[in-house]
């Protein structure tokens, strides 16, 4: 017994020593091939410098333009989509053969690379913010529709049938019984929206724009300011990560409720 | 039901009038009330195919892309399934790694979609890296999954009948990984395109990115249409090629 607990936590200093060990192995190679093996700074600036850029970046506060206009796309995109997402999809739910129209419906579309149409919203929205709003829009609003059907649609037959025996109203119907069933499955699909809504405006601002964290990046690539490039992907994917714990936070503790 | 009309019975049925009511919207609001520069009616975009297929390099650039994209595919599947393999043998490998895999295929990549065009120019090299960039995890992560799910008295009882290593790979778990392997490939033809396709956009010199750049800067919507519906068209075939492929190899297990 004592032996096992301490091997466990003997294994579990080692998986980490692994990570860890990982992640330095990275960062000296990365020092090594910019310092000493004579990689040039336009293709691989060195970590040091990245990481002035970065303090640089943070410190002019120059990100808050971007990161403004990237945030609010993201949060009209996502909260058209999670509207029109699950109202349609509680809708379609209420009937087993509208579910049987629709579900394998949305499901063929939400395997289309939805980024396809992104040349045409430019065309019809033009570069800015609208093109980005409406294609997140757009890829979003699968997940959640999906999601939605799902979990409203595949409600315990006896916990219905049980409910209006009782004489449950319509209202409480879906209060007490349906709701409850459907959220947590909900909640995972507006998680998932969330997250492509994100990441398909920042792509599409990367394609075409004329603002954004995504534009941002492309701009510098195209400067060659190498290192204030590698700054701003630092920022973003740290942004992302934030956004993503964030969002799992949030899911977790609507489960728990 | 009672009465309702005859195709509107079967949710097939009804779902084609669905798909036609949409294209049918596409149609009335396109030739009426959008100005024609920016968006063509479906009757244009099929009369105009034959036009952009005629378009110099146009067939060239859909074979590129699709080339591309077999590329992707292809060393997605092989260095996902040696790298998940790798992970997923061993638990200690799985408990120290995986958490490093799934860290990586959680970071947003189109953020360093520039840097692949800085190491691998504009042409196909940079596309096909994109693609596996993304194709790769879902079946790393898979694989890593389908090999940690074997029952253990599987293991222990081939092992007992003197099973040497190389054939508990070969004739348990190998076969036990096959389902979801499947699914990883599944996800990864959806990954793989999405990243060709998002590089193709960024920017190119063969392939379709650059024609949809040019029909939309010279107001042809009808050929820019036109060539995302063939794409779209080839993405539905990859991904129903592959769905039947889970479909067909994924459930060969009673259990």
Redesign the interface.
Known sequence: MMSAVRRRTG?AI???A??AG?VIALVTLWHLATTQWGVSH??LPQPAAVLRELADVLRSGEFVQDLKITLHEVVVAFAAAALSGTVLGYLISRSA?LV???E??FS?IY???A??????Y???FGLGPASKIAIGTTISFFPVVLSTIAGFAHVDRILVVAARSMGSSGYQMFRYVLLPAAFPVILTGLRMGFILA??SI??SE??ASLEG??HR??S??ELMK?ER?FAY?VF??AI??LL?VAVSALEALGRRR | ?ARMPAALRH?AG??AL??LALFGIWEVAARWF?DPS??SPPSRVVAFMDELFATPGVPQALFTTFLELAAAFALSVAVGLAVGLLVGLHD?SR???L??VLLLY???Q??????F???FGIGPASKIAFGMSHGMFPIIVTVAAGVQNIKPILLLSARSMGASPRQVLRWVIFPHMIPSFFTGMRLAM?AA??GV??AE??VSSTGVGYF??L??DSFE?AK??GL?TV??LM??AL?ETVRRAEVRFGHWQST
């Open positions: 294994d080692a998986t980490r692994v990570q990982f336009f293709l053969y049987r129209v629709f394998p419906l063929g395997a289309i690379p980024i396809l149409f992104f040349p045409v430019v065309l019809i994100l990441l920042l792509g990367t394609i964290l995504g990046i492309v510098l690539a190498t490039m992907i973003a994917v992302a990560a993503n | 039901m949710p009804a779902r669905v798909i959008v920016f968006m200690f408990r120290s790694l958490p490093i959680a970071t947003p189109v953020t360093i979609l520039p840097l065009i800085l190491y959806t395109l999405l396709l998002l956009l960024y949809t750049h029909f939309a919507p820019l249409f995302i794409l779209a993405a539905i991904n």
